[in-house]
């Protein structure tokens, strides 16, 4: 089975690249500096932030439904984030070196699977879940902090 992993689009946060702390503590939104790496996993590059590279920590809806799985949390942007573009069934090393949580929900925005993964296993997590023809996407979660990591699509050719 093919898969295609997603980062999110970078426009809902370009407005906010550069801007004053004072401008951005407005908008609920810090800017940190990497400090080690791996550990500031940016959403939209899906790579991780070198050491002294600037990111912003904000809230993000990453599952926009109308269901009570509905949510939003925490997560890193990259200020020089530039948009990952995965070919099927690549997996970027971000998601490798974490432990992960994988939901998988349904067109009506239900979760109706999960598993915790080492990010080496993901593969054959992600074919486990996507077998089953009620899932129709999944989100990769970092299971230690809990944060949103990516989207999973079955990859249609």
Request: net charge negative; hydrophobic share 45%.
């Given at each position: 089975m093919h898969f295609h992993i997603t980062g999110l689009p970078i426009a809902p946060f370009t407005q906010y690249f550069g801007l004053t702390p004072d401008a951005l503590a407005e908008a609920g939104i810090?800017?940190?500096?990497?400090?080690?790496?791996?550990?500031?996993?940016?959403?939209?590059?899906?790579?991780?932030?070198?050491?002294?590279?600037?990111?912003?920590?904000?809230n993000y809806e990453h599952l926009s439904v109308a269901t009570p799985y509905r949510?939003?949390?925490?997560?890193?942007?990259?200020?020089?984030?530039v948009e990952a573009h995965l070919e099927p069934g690549q997996v970027p090393?971000?998601?490798?070196?974490?432990?992960?949580?994988i939901r998988a929900f349904d067109n009506a925005g239900m979760m109706v699977g999960a598993?915790?993964?080492?990010?080496?296993?993901?593969?054959?997590?992600?074919?486990?879940?996507?077998?089953?023809?009620?899932?129709?996407?999944?989100?990769?979660?970092?299971?230690?902090?809990?944060?949103?990591?990516?989207?999973?699509?079955?990859?249609?050719?």
């Amino acid at each position: 089975m093919h898969f295609h992993i997603t980062g999110l689009p970078i426009a809902p946060f370009t407005q906010y690249f550069g801007l004053t702390p004072d401008a951005l503590a407005e908008a609920g939104i810090i800017r940190r500096f990497a400090d080690k790496q791996p550990g500031f996993p940016c959403r939209v590059s899906l790579c991780d932030a070198e050491v002294g590279e600037s990111v912003l920590l904000l809230n993000y809806e990453h599952l926009s439904v109308a269901t009570p799985y509905r949510s939003q949390h925490a997560i890193y942007v990259r200020e020089s984030a530039v948009e990952a573009h995965l070919e099927p069934g690549q997996v970027p090393a971000m998601l490798r070196l974490r432990l992960l949580s994988i939901r998988a929900f349904d067109n009506a925005g239900m979760m109706v699977g999960a598993e915790v993964a080492p990010g080496r296993d993901l593969e054959a997590v992600i074919v486990q879940l996507l077998a089953d023809q009620h899932v129709a996407y999944l989100h990769v979660h970092n299971a230690k902090p809990g944060c949103y990591a990516a989207r999973v699509d079955r990859w249609l050719r």
